[in-house]
């Protein structure tokens, strides 16, 4: 049983983290696009040097507060991940400011990066070792349910609100805003964190030996189910990077519609597909099983994305949103509370930046290429603010939905489909 403060600090910690991955994620890309160079080609660039670095920071500081849990717990690197968090977010505009476009893209790309490390640090790694760490397998689909319930609602406001604020007060306060919420709110939930040292387990051995020996052989207590799940992280997580990067571009130029009809299609399909789901969901796969609720959003999700490539009014937008945003709340509740089942007890932060190395450095580098590729070859080719530029086009979904499906098939491959209960007593005895 999770105490109030508890609570109180998961929600605002995970609330934030979503924030500062949904500026990050989409409205990185839009700034650059709209403000350095009209060309796919620098957002994939982009995306696939913050991949390469969340997937680092995430295993190197995740295996650190593993190693330095009983003696200092995660709080410390929650706290000074969140403060420098903030402010590496608030900075991100200032690349802009370079009239070189060549220099402007390399400096984007380096703030880009220096924020990921922080984050990946604060959040991908360090946060969710300690979900883990304070959870059981009989709450933790709830929880997750809760969390992706606050993913929502900070895309609700990054996605729903951003494109107003941006309109009315230009990208580089956006950025302030969303820096300094960062800020201020990682500090205040990350003082009320709660954590009991003394039952952390010692790691023994040197913290080169913890990293080379995760995935040898003598680590009998790892089960193949483990990787089969990695493995569909992977494929579902490269086709949503082919059209993801590129969703506002897409609706912005190719759609023709405004910042803010751009916000409000969003804003109705997240608060529909993304929250209104989220908690029953989280509910479902403590019941029904972590298996059975990720097949069915495969599926869900394939018809979801070609279903939004064929919409054009607003109206249709949102429909097809939402067919496509509730099975990805499906999908990170079910291979979230699925993936923590399976981690070692000792090892749970390190083990949650290998799950970053699965679900974002081997997705954010084919996927994203996959979809700027699609662009230049199949987009609009025209001319935007003087410079060549390439328009997305539907493609991008429909080969996104199909890609999905590939999914499906490393979880098939789980062939006993034992309980979560019996495999978490299996790693952690």
Do not use: H, Q
């Given at each position: 049983m999770l105490k109030k403060r508890t609570w109180f600090a998961i929600i605002i910690l995970g609330f934030l983290g979503s924030l500062a991955w949904g500026v990050e994620n989409q409205f990185f890309n839009t700034f650059i696009y709209d403000n350095i160079s009209p060309d796919p080609r620098p957002i994939s660039w982009m995306v696939n040097a913050s991949a390469i670095m969340a997937t680092l920071a995430s295993i190197f500081m995740g295996t650190l507060s593993d190693r330095k849990r009983h003696r200092w717990g995660r709080k410390p690197f929650l706290l000074i991940g969140y403060i420098l968090w903030g402010i590496a977010t608030a900075l991100?505009?200032?690349s802009a400011m370079f009239t070189s476009v060549s220099v402007a893209v390399f400096m984007a790309i380096l703030f880009d990066c220096v924020m990921t490390f922080l984050g990946s640090?604060?959040?991908d790694s360090v946060f969710h070792a300690y979900v883990a760490d304070v959870t059981t397998v009989e709450n933790r689909g709830k929880v997750m349910g809760i969390l992706e319930i606050l993913s929502w609602v900070a895309l609700l406001f990054v996605y729903g609100g951003a494109g107003i604020i941006i309109d009315l007060l230009?990208?580089?306060?956006?950025?302030?805003?969303?820096?300094?919420?960062?800020?201020?709110?990682?500090?205040?939930?990350?003082?009320?964190?709660?954590?009991?040292?003394?039952?952390?387990?010692?790691?023994?051995?040197s913290y080169f030996q913890q990293l080379r020996n995760s995935f040898s052989k003598s680590q009998s207590s790892l089960p193949r189910e483990l990787w089969f799940v990695l493995i569909g992280i992977t494929l579902w997580g490269v086709a949503q990077n082919v059209f993801f990067p590129y969703l506002m571009t897409y609706i912005n130029h190719f759609l023709e519609k405004t910042n803010t009809e751009s916000s409000i299609i969003v804003f109705f399909a997240i608060l529909i597909g993304g929250i209104g789901t989220a908690y029953p969901l989280g509910?479902?796969?403590?019941?029904?099983?972590?298996?059975?609720?990720?097949?069915?959003?495969?599926?869900?999700?394939?018809?979801?994305?070609?279903?939004?490539?064929?919409a054009r009014s607003n109206f249709a937008l949102v429909l097809t949103g939402i067919l496509w945003l509730a099975p990805i709340s499906a999908w990170t509740i079910a291979t979230s509370a699925w993936t923590k089942d399976l981690f070692p007890q000792d090892k749970r932060g390190q083990f949650g930046g290998y799950v970053i190395?699965?679900?974002?450095?081997?997705?954010?580098?084919?996927g994203p290429l996959l979809g700027s590729w699609l662009i230049t070859s199949f987009g609009i080719h025209t001319v935007l603010n003087g410079q060549e530029a390439f328009i997305p086009t539907p493609i991008i979904f429909q080969v996104a939905g199909i890609a999905t499906?590939?999914?499906?098939i490393p979880l098939f491959l789980i062939k006993k489909n034992k309980s979560t209960t019996k495999l978490a007593a299996v790693v952690e005895g």
């Open positions: 991100f505009p200032t640090t604060a959040n230009g990208y580089y306060a956006f950025f302030y805003i969303v820096g300094g919420l960062v800020l201020v709110l990682g500090l205040i939930a990350g003082l009320l964190l709660e954590e009991n040292i003394t039952e952390a387990p010692v790691v023994t051995g509910l479902l796969v403590d019941k029904w099983g972590r298996k059975n609720v990720a097949l069915l959003a495969i599926a869900a999700e394939a018809v979801g994305l070609v279903g939004f490539s064929l190395m699965f679900s974002v450095l081997f997705t954010m580098i084919p499906l590939l999914a499906s």
